[in-house]
């Protein structure tokens, strides 16, 4: 139990830092600031005639894809740790005696 809530608690503060790190990267790629290009123009004008509601759908948007990109890190870490652990599991003793009695 307390190596699962130990798992858990590693997990969710892994999942929870990738997300803060993705709205980053994320939020510097939209950025109408240092993003000036012919090809992303017609997105900032489309979000300008939007006003304040345009903005806080971009964010809510960039926030779920940050959350996604966190949750994708978060299980390609697991997936790197998953063969050693099982490999390791294999190899433990077993803790049962032989004959099947009780110790």
Known sequence: TLAGSIGVSVGVTIWERREIFHHARLAEVVD??????AAVEPFY?????????????LERLMAHQANMLGMNDLYLVTSCLLPPVLILIWFAKPPFTPGGRGA
């Not at 004008?45 to 759908?57: N, Y």
């Open 32 to 37: 109408p600031v240092t993003q000036r290009s």
């Open 45 to 57: 004008e489309q979000l300008r005639e939007l006003g304040p509601e345009g903005l806080a759908m």
